[in-house]
């Protein structure tokens, strides 16, 4: 990537050398900025869904090689039906669009969580996007759908005692533990950050973020924007990371 399409959508005052390689986001917000607007909370979706589209891009030309997003948790299946049958057709549309713009955004799509309970469209949707954006690098996009830490906990111990007992493997270390999650083989995020105003993980990458950052904001998710996001970047530069040490 060029210096000039980096620095286009830096504010200056960002270190673009010491940049966080990996970024996670809890994109909470949708359903109020939709109320308090006086509109069903499934506008906020669809307008959180645009958003999101806007910080990816974002967050690639300022040069950000991960980017790890929660869509939709394990719990978000308690939701009334008719919000979470939006979020799924949202979704949808969301690939159809992605897969159309792939020559032009030429960013890698994984998606982590369960997806094999989703409808049937939108697993193939999935298959297509993973399969066709395989090629490229420099930017990876991670959507969590139908994730839970816990879930990601329990599968990679899953995973391990299934080689245990066929006696592959005796001893289990963090960074063979770490390769068994959905994030395997990824660096752990950085910086996690929580739009919304609500000050809790809910579930999202309780293993992976041990020791990031946590940015919260009380900006609803449809409004977090460019600015929003080197924020917390800049927020996130003027950390002391200590990992225990002094
Ligand atoms: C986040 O926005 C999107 C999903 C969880 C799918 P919400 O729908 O949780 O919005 P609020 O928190 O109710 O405002
Ligand atoms: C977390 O938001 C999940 C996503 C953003 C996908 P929630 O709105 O589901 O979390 P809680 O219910 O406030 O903890
Ligand atoms: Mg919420």
Known sequence: MSLW??????PRDLDLKSLPRHIAIIMDGNGRWAQQRGLPRTAG???GAENFR??????KEIGIEYLTVYAFSTENWSRPPKEVETIMGLLEKYLYEAIERMERDKVKMKFFGDVSVLPKKLRELIERTELISEKYDGCQVNICLNYGGRDDIIRGAQSY?????AGNINSLTDGEFSARLYSGGLPDPELIIRSGG????????LWQG????LYFTDILWPDFGKDEINAAILWYQGRNRRFGGV
């Open 54 to 59: 806007t910080v990816a891009t974002h967050c």
């Open 210 to 213: 041990a020791y990031s950052e």
């Open 5 to 10: 399409r980096k620095r286009k959508s830096a």
């Open 45 to 47: 979706h669809s307008r």
């Open 161 to 165: 005692a299934e080689d245990f007992a």
């Open 198 to 205: 609500e000050k809790r993980l809910s579930n999202f990458l």
